[in-house]
Each structure stands twice: as structure tokens, then as C-alpha cells.
């Protein structure tokens, strides 16, 4: 090892842990069968408000049984590439089923949704659909996730045009100084997670048109709970036709893993044939293929998954504003708790865990701006009116008095 790169990563980490965002993992094991509880390494329960797994689908028996069933039959692993014996029927069925959910012609799995954002992103953006001297505009959401970013950066000699979040305005005047002829792609999210708000997709769509830019939309956390049946917010915007290529996880309210992006055939099959990112990786082990094949059917049939889920999030929203918690506005189903300082955020965090037995995540810059820390609350369609009475109290002796001083 080099002395200089040590002291370096060193030096690095003692910076990060000056400004109070330095990482810490709290081990906590989930518990299929009393979700959302989990259990501590000291056998202490723990009850969690900040699970991705927003249906609890990564418990349903529905689920569970798909997965082992399909390992006992399959086994653990893929044992390969797409290309190299990896490629199980589970795979194939639920490639179609994920077409379908977006009304689109054709899906490719990828080992996650930041695989798919990077892989199809960097794919695209290194073609050259106008000539070798023309190269790509992309216009990206500044929110826009860090898998997102990988693939924009991942592309060479393009022209990469940061808009405003949500701000059409501001993306119009940066497509009209554009060179009219250049290929464009327009790349932006649905539900932005850490600042709980849902984009405009029609007027996306709108701009995109006028501009003849391509669309490519990460719909991560959305599919499974927006729209009729679980297809995102282009789905209940009815906008889904207008999105060149919807991106999306199985990993969130599919409650399983891997990532995925729809739209046209012959777009998807050129992405098959040319990403590395999907090329050259072990498939997806049959057994996830499998079990998110069984959610994604269950989540597509079962409205009521989704009414509950906002049910959840609306009762939950309202009992922190009644006891006066800074809950911040939201239109999408994440309860953000405002904070405005990361010591603070991890403290009360910490807190929370030690006294009370729940756990919430602190999201810290540069996952927010500074001022702008917060806890990050998701209520599933299991999260009870008992356990939204036990937050909001734990939450109301940890932040009111603190404000108060
Ligand atoms: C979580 C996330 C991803 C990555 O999905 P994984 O399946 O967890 O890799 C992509 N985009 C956004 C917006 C996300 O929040």
C-alpha cells in the first residue's frame, strides 16, 4: 500500500466525519413475518419508518414462496451471463410482464437500477445518431440520482445542460439555445425521493416534443404505487406513450431486486447488444427473477395495495402536523421531518433507536443541501395507527422541547 494514498483516504475521512456526515450502518435484521419490525443484533426489536420496501412486498408470502420455490428448483445463482446459460424462463416472463406494466413493446433487466440508469444512459448517449461529429445534448434535472449522473458521465463529447429542478421554464430557454439539429435526450425523475415531490410529466412531454428531444424517465420510486395499476406516474398521468424509455427497480415497492428500462424494441434490443453493464455481469439469480415475477403480478392486480399505501401517508402526515412536528409538504407517499443541521439529524436519529425503538434514516448533504437535513419517513400500507401514535409521541419529546430551547 502506498503511504501517500493512505494518509490521503485518511485525511478524506476525517473531513467528512469534521462536517458530520461520515457514515454509520446500524445492523438490523428484518423480520419477514412482523414487518415493519426488525430485530437488533442484541435481540431488541426495532420498529422502521424508512424501508424502501414501501408495499412490504419483500414479505409477502406471495413472494416468499415464488423465491423458494424457484431456488429449490433453480438454485442459488445465475451461474452466468444473460448470454452464457443465465437466462431463466423467470427472466424472460418477467421482462414481458415489466413491458406491460409500461405499455411498452419491450423491457431488459438489469442487476439493479443503478446498473440500468448508468448502463442504458451511457449506451445511448455514446451513440452517434446524427454523425460522428454530432454529438448528444443532455438535459438533466439537477436533483436528478447519482446512477443518473454515471451514465451522463459516462458518455464522451456530449454536452451535458443542468436544469433547475422541475423548472420548465428554465429547461425551455436551455433546449431553444441548443443547436436545433443536434439529437437530444431530456433525462428526469417522477417521485424525487428525498424532496418527496413529483415532476411535471405532461409538460416534459410537451417541451420534448417541441424540441424533438428524446425522454428518458427514472420512475424507481413510483412503479408498483402510482397509477391504476402500478405503472408510475406516467401511468397516472397518462403520459406513459410520450416517454421514449422508462427506467425503473424491482427493489423498492417490488420489494425484490434488480432494475429495469422499457420502451421500443429495437431501442432496447440495441441497448441488449451494447452495454457493457448488461453484457458483461452475471444475470439476476433466477430465485429474484422469480420472486419479483410473483410481486410485480400481485402489485399489477392489487389496487388496494396503492389506496392503503396513501392512506398510510396521509394519516401519518397529518398526526405530525396536528402535534406540531415540521413535517414538510408533500404530494408524493415519503413524509419528510425537517431538521436543518446533520449533527442534529443523526442525533436525533441515534435517539430515536436508543430510547424508543424506532428507526428513521438521516439524510444529510449532499443527498439534500445544507439547512435542508431531514428524516426520511415511509409509511407502508402495514404501518398501524398504534405505531404512527408511538412515533409522533417519540418524535414530539425528542423536537418540540429542542425547538422550544
Ligand atoms: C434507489 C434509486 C435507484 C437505484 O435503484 P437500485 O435498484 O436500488 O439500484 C435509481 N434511481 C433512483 C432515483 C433511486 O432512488
Redesign the pocket.
Known sequence: MRSDFRAFCADALADIQAQGRYRRFTPLAKQAARFPYYRRPDGREVLVWSANDYLGMGNHNVVIEAACEAARAMGAGAGGTRNIGGTSPAHVALEAELAALHAKPAALLFT???VS?QAALATILNSRPAGPERPWHVFSDEKN?A?MIAGIKGARGIVCHIFRHNDLAHLETLLAAAPADAPKLIAF?SVY?MDADIAPLPGLCDLAERFGAMTYL?E??AVGMYGAHGGGVSERDGVAHRIDLIEG?L??AFGCHG?YVAGDATVIDYIRSAAPGFIFTTSLPPMIAAAALASLRHVRATPALRSTLFERAGALKARLAAAGLPVIPSVSHIVPVHVGEAARCFAISERLLAEFGMYATPINYPTVPRGQERLRLTPTPLHTDAMMDQLVAALSTILLPARAA
Do not use: R
Open positions: 439493479s437500477g443503478f440508469n440520482h446512477s425523475e425521493s427514472d424507481v420510486h427497480t427493489a423498492k432494475g
